[in-house]
Nanobody
Framework: QVQFVESGGGLVQPGGSLRLSCAAS????????MGWYRQAPGKQRELVAG???????MYAESVKGRFTISRDNAKNTVYLQMNSLKPEDTAVYYC??????????????WGQGTQVTVSS
């Protein structure tokens, strides 16, 4: 079973930047679609960004132009560069393997996530 360890979150002021990392175990990483997801208090978990094994990316409308997803297959790691952060970006951020164009997660296995708080 694939395991994920997310890191890089923290407290940042509006307009600031953070870079999240997600280290994944398992030999299937390089051929897997990977997604970043977030869950704010009282809300459902949502897809933020996704990247295919070939490097094609997609983004939720709310983060387009501000966030950038990337991956390093040699390190089994996926990244999320977040710029121009807004208070509404406050959430716990997770990564996972996503299936299909909608990056549906077909697993109950999630990492501990990393908390991102955007506040002045």
């Amino acid at each position: 079973q694939v395991q994920f360890v997310e890191s890089g979150g923290g407290l940042v002021q509006p307009g600031g930047s953070l870079r999240l990392s997600c280290a994944a175990s398992g030999s299937m990483f390089s051929i897997s679609r990977m997604g970043w997801y977030r869950q704010a208090p009282g809300k459902q978990r949502e897809l933020v960004a996704g990247i295919t094994s070939g490097g094609t990316t997609m983004y939720a409308e709310s983060v387009k132009g501000r966030f950038t997803i990337s991956r390093d297959n040699a390190k089994n790691t996926v990244y999320l560069q977040m710029n121009s952060l807004k208070p509404e970006d406050t959430a716990v951020y997770y990564c996972n393997v996503g299936l299909g164009g909608d990056y549906v997660v077909n697993s109950d296995s999630w990492g501990q996530g990393t908390q991102v708080t955007v506040s002045s």
